[in-house]
């Protein structure tokens, strides 16, 4: 069973930034690119939001562009999102899992998708 352990969420106010962490199991680390996903309340689609893939080179969604950075540190397998001058619509359940070229998750999508972690919840309010 892959466990993905996600941390790192909290309440922030608008401009604020937090830093979210992701332990990736090694064998998926190593063969997978991965991303940080979030599923706002009550949407049912999970969103794609950044990639980063086993050479480094980093995909973003329009919504994260100049604002959320993607990481991974190969000795630690984790994958890490800075998120700078959050938004209330940025407030959300972010986890974090392999990219297999999907963005926009439905529930069957989820189901199909694999083990997922418990994520982490930020909210941006002020």
């Known amino acids: 069973q892959v466990q993905l352990s996600e941390s790192g969420g909290g309440l922030v106010q608008p401009g604020g930034s937090l830093r979210l962490s992701c332990v990736v199991p090694e064998s998926m680390f190593r063969i997978e690119a991965m991303g940080w996903y979030r599923q706002a309340p009550g949407n049912q689609v999970r969103e794609l939001v950044a990639?980063?893939?086993?050479?480094?080179?980093?995909l973003y969604a329009d919504s994260a562009k100049g604002r959320f950075t993607i990481s991974r540190d190969s000795a630690k397998y984790t994958v890490d999102l800075q998120m700078n001058d959050l938004k209330p619509e940025d407030t959300a359940v972010y986890y974090c899992n392999k990219v297999r070229g999907p963005t926009k998750l439905s529930p069957a999508d989820l189901r199909a998708f694999g083990s997922w972690g418990q994520g982490t919840q930020v909210i941006v309010s002020s």
């Open positions: 990639t980063v893939a086993g050479n480094g080179a980093t």
